[in-house]
């Protein structure tokens, strides 16, 4: 069947396709899905999506180039795969059926990896992932380390993360410039507010300065003058002295939310 997808398709680049080819892999991602129903977000050559149906109660595959749609819909005959042409992120819960979903298991193209992250937070779901490298290290960076970041804090805070194994770039077609990897990830029970989240992302785009400083730098954003800012935070004590980035996500949410408590009082 690749054979055949390549011969009548070509990447698009502003997709972002690097579609996978290995077996082994699918194989080795795919074992997940035993008995449950499974939601496939780019099936591409559909590698992977003939491994989920050998393994998941269901399948749904979505797929956004029409060209693959269409090979797709040929190329594979399993009563379990409901193949859907539509972009993922704009599909509605019922369109895609998302109710009876369990889990996602998918090769994320690169330029859509925060987004996926994101769609499972807000679903609650489980997923196993094929990600770019150097995004799976920002994911599970811990503080005090160079790529500590706002997604470490976030992944740490919201999910449980598992990294499952390593994916070479030559597993791909056409080869990108970077490897992958391969995660288990599963939301964890607390929550973060939309106002946490937004303080917590103001905190880490000043990562490198005294939390004192980085509080004064986003004035602007949080529509006060920095004597407020001033004023709302002097119940940290010795915090505001250490450096964002060496704060753990646990203290960096607990100042957040200290933070968004001082400024309501305003």
Known sequence: MLGNVQMYTKPIKSLGQNF????????????????????????????????????????????????????????????????????????????????????????????????????LLAHRMEAILCLQKEFVEHMTAKCDTDKYSRLSVMSELCFSVTKIMDVPRGNFFPVPKVDSAIIYIKPKEASLSADEMGMISLLMQHKKKRLRNALLDSHSYLNMDKSKISEAAKGLGHELEERVFKLSPTEILEIARKIERALQKE
Request: aromatic content about 6%; hydrophobic content about 45%.
């Open 20 to 119: 996978l080819k290995s077996e082994e892999i699918a194989e080795a991602e795919a074992v997940h899905a035993q008995g449950k129903v499974v939601v496939e977000l780019g099936p591409g050559y559909g590698v992977l999506t003939k491994r989920l149906c050998k393994h998941a109660k269901g399948v749904v595959a979505v797929e956004k180039d029409a060209n693959l749609y269409r090979l797709l819909k040929a190329e594979i005959n399993s009563k379990k795969l409901r193949l859907i042409h539509a972009d993922f992120f704009k599909l509605s819960d019922s369109e895609m059926g998302a109710d009876k979903i369990e889990m996602m298991i998918a090769n994320v193209p690169y330029n859509l990896s925060s987004k996926v992250i994101e769609w």
